[in-house]
């Protein structure tokens, strides 16, 4: 099992900046990939980066150049970086991890949210 928390939400203007984070606990050898989704009023969960345990990373085009998402595998720490933000970024950020189990089958997890407001 992985559990996740994340932190750093917030409310800013349009333009600013903001940093997630998301530490898991748990089985955190077992994890893969981590990254962040959002969920903004009345639309679908949707991609907002993942990164590998390499280090692969992975954007979505509306966030791409603003956004940047870094890990710290000694930490078993996820961020991501928001520069220049949008109101239209404004969501409920979800952190998210991967892997495989100790009997080989794969898991999902996901943290609590946390809440991102960006006023005009």
């Known amino acids: 099992q992985v559990q996740l928390v994340g932190s750093g939400g917030g409310l800013v203007q349009a333009g600013g900046s903001l940093r997630l984070s998301c530490a898991a606990s748990?089985?955190?050898?077992?994890?893969?990939?981590m990254g962040w989704y959002r969920q903004a009023p009345g639309k679908q969960r949707e991609l907002v980066a993942t990164i590998s345990k390499a280090g692969n990373t992975n954007y979505a085009d509306s966030v791409k150049g603003r956004f940047t998402i870094s890990r710290d595998n000694a930490k078993n720490t996820v961020y991501l970086q928001m520069n220049s933000l949008k109101p239209e970024d404004t969501a409920v950020y979800y952190c998210y991890a991967d892997g495989l189990s100790y009997g080989g089958s794969f898991y999902s997890a996901w943290g609590q949210g946390t809440q991102v407001t960006v006023s005009s």
């Open positions: 748990g089985s955190t050898a077992s994890i893969n990939a």
